[in-house]
């Protein structure tokens, strides 16, 4: 009999009450958003016309430590939370490792990943503004599931752009969408301006995130009633992603385990904050001595190869400037099987804590992220996510170089998601035709140099 | 603060240590299976070639209560048990029923449904036999999904004859096959005898369940070190189902809550005959007073429409015969959206406790189904599986029933599985171009009138 089991779930009354904010905590600031026209600090009253006011003001709070989670929004999460923190005991007999790997699994509902955390937060504050409905973009199409799931519950509208190469290779992350009532465009679509522009300069092209970002803003701008919402990179998202790091963390306390290294894919950064948000305040503190690691693509590398600079979120250069470790809006990423981490910037949050040394960044090759899937979905037997995997690689060299120096550190990583919608990559795997396709240093120099001039 | 918390996770050591055998409490004992050369009961020495040892001796002990669940298989069980048990808040309010509605989800794994506690069960067992692999059949690929990854766990190979329909439409089932290392091949093939036969005599077939029988049990038994496992049906498959039961009836206990009705999908009876086991031991033994309903689709209605007769269990005629609630091995089920219910027969435990009046059953029409799964899914967030619609579907209809009586009755119901492999029905769904298809008089007299004679 193991002294810790495999599964360590909270009950209901363990769910955190309240949200935390890693920026309280935080001795250098994120830099504010900026406005693309004047390069001032965007003003609450700048951004009403396109976010949900209570969502702003956490956007723009970087002093309050906790926010109430509203009731409702609890309720919600008693429907899959607390997510399971699973002692990955028959991945370390596979790896024959003293290390002892446990992670966090926000796969445990029907949108498949942690996005749902935020969806439901972000849906809640826009039914008490009394909106009709939201927009948003999607890409691998996780987030947009969970949106979907959230409206659908709060009975919200909801339009969803989805880059248009998803749509049509991923149908059924579509239809389920349609099954919790969402309208789902592809994009770049006709229905927008900046869509019909991006369509008549590339008549072939199969959409990115950064114009289906683009186009909802848009169409939230011009709707009476609507508002947009993201489902990563802003400060209100790892703020409502804490939820995943508040939980693992009183999993690990009930257990007695101090954490030795914490690892997290990272994309728009929404599931490595949340995951981390208590531990980093720790160790900003002094009071906890643990390596935190973002693992992201080769292909879209934005900590590892990208610049520390002000750039757009968008490739309309509609939304507000963010200061963050980007590759340049203009970065096209490569067809990668991890949609989820096909996004040119990074979190300012995370951009921050990385410039300031209290968090390291790998970059991992598709194939090799792949490969570590499969062991991981035979051994332990969940099929995990693309992006997920991209921690399970990493987690699994961690354990590797225990093996090595024969010490029992303890590996924390966030399992974002289940792979159920991403079996054309397993297959490709399979197949032997994944690439791992790497930008040159030419291609990052041409996007580089378009980012904009800030004083 | 709702007392009854929305989900009971049993802890770990409260997982069942020894499945318990419905067939020790019954006053009629289910009729055995017979050789279809003699019409003799079969004997141990004749299932050998076909079965694994020790599942024969399950399959055919009428008499023991409790069978121990060995180390290895407990140990596998701690991936994904205990399964939540959940009450269905949010479906009572939608409703608004006084009714209060509980749940086992048995979908939490990457199966997604209740199949892989047979799975790993039987694949224990051929290993412990000695041998090199397993063969089996699958529908809709739970099964064969739930076996390869039970194979993987024990190093066997797996062997999977896949419903030609299927094998075509579910690209990703069987690429999560793949995963787990199986070798997938469409049924019927040209690789065993019973395969050519019938696309020499059916050239455009896109076969069926009971062909896809006749393979795996025709090579399993021309294969040195192969045995042919079956996921449902068999009396084995319901003693190993019913963990489900078990668990259920442990997470009632723990709430003191007194089931008024169970209900389950109904297809060869896996986890009908889990779910309801301890209850309807209760049952027989005039402990529980309590309504036991199994739900069927109308295109495949081997209970209501069905006549209680020995069979064949396969298209071919190689298996057993069994005593059963049937359409006729000759019954070609309409291509529904619940594949794993589209069998002509029902399991003998079942049949003999339905025929003696213990159990009701009700068939119910293919869109009323997916109106439910999709309410389900909007308020209780998981998007389930057509199968399990089925009981949804009824658990609804009789907790609307009890809104109209004011009767706050305790229903339980079996979610066997996740839909997320199923999205081309949902898909049909929405569209609009489902049917409602049912077996006329005449498509049934004929079927039945091909019953074998048995004296």
Not at 194 to 202: A, C, D, H, V
Request: charged share 20%.
């Amino acid at each position: 009999m193991n002294e810790i089991p495999y599964k360590v779930y909270l009950s209901e009354n363990e769910i955190p009450t309240a949200w935390y904010n890693l920026r309280s905590a935080m001795v250098n600031k994120p830099a504010p958003l900026l406005n693309p026209g004047t390069h001032q600090p965007m003003k609450a009253e700048e951004l009403a016309p396109v976010f949900c006011d209570d969502l702003i003001a956490q956007e723009l709070d970087n002093d309050t430590e906790y926010f109430p989670i509203p009731e409702e929004v609890l309720s919600f999460y008693k429907m899959y939370r607390p997510s399971p923190f699973v002692r990955a005991y028959f991945l370390e007999k596979a790896l024959d490792t003293p290390a002892h790997i446990y992670y966090k699994f926000e796969g445990n509902n029907t949108s498949g990943s942690h996005k749902l955390n935020s969806a439901i937060a972000q849906a809640y504050y826009a039914k008490k503004q009394g909106l009709k409905g939201v927009t948003t973009e999607t890409g691998a199409g996780q987030w947009g599931t969970a949106l979907s799931m959230a409206c659908s519950y709060f009975g919200l509208d909801c339009k969803v752009y989805m880059v248009k190469v998803s749509y049509e290779q991923k149908p059924f992350r579509r239809e389920v969408m349609r099954v919790y009532g969402a309208d789902v465009t592809p994009s770049p679509s006709m229905s927008t301006n900046i869509g019909r522009k991006i369509l008549e300069e590339f008549p072939g092209t199969t959409g990115s995130l950064g114009c289906a970002i683009s186009e909802a803003v848009e169409v939230a701008v011009s709707t009476p009633g609507y508002r947009y919402v993201l489902g990563s990179v802003l400060n209100q998202v790892l703020l409502h992603q804490s939820v995943i790091g508040l939980e693992a963390e009183a999993a690990l306390k009930k257990l007695g385990v101090t954490p030795d290294i914490i690892i997290g894919c990272a994309g728009g950064g929404s599931n490595l904050g949340g995951l981390i948000a208590p531990f980093m305040r720790d160790k900003i503190r002094g009071k906890l001595d643990c390596r935190i690691v973002a693992v992201e693509p080769m292909s879209c590398p934005s900590f590892t190869r990208g610049t520390y600079a002000y750039d757009f979120c968008d490739t309309g250069m509609v939304c507000p400037l963010a200061k963050m470790y980007t590759l340049g809006s203009s970065f096209i990423p490569a067809p990668n099987h991890a949609g989820g981490l096909r996004y040119h910037g990074m979190s300012s949050v995370l951009s921050q804590l990385y410039d300031d040394g209290l968090m390291e960044a790998v970059a991992v090759p598709q194939t090799e992220v792949f490969k570590a899937a499969e062991l991981f979905a035979r051994v332990e037997g969940t099929l995990p996510a693309p992006e997920s995997s991209h921690a399970i690689k990493v987690a699994i060299d961690e354990a590797l170089k225990c093996k090595e120096t024969g010490e029992a550190k303890n590996i924390v990583f966030g399992l974002t998601g289940t792979g159920y919608f991403d079996l054309v990559a397993y297959e490709k795997f399979h197949n032997g035709t994944m690439d791992d396709y790497r930008p040159t240093d030419e291609d990052l120099a041409v996007s580089l140099a378009k980012l904009p001039k800030i004083d």
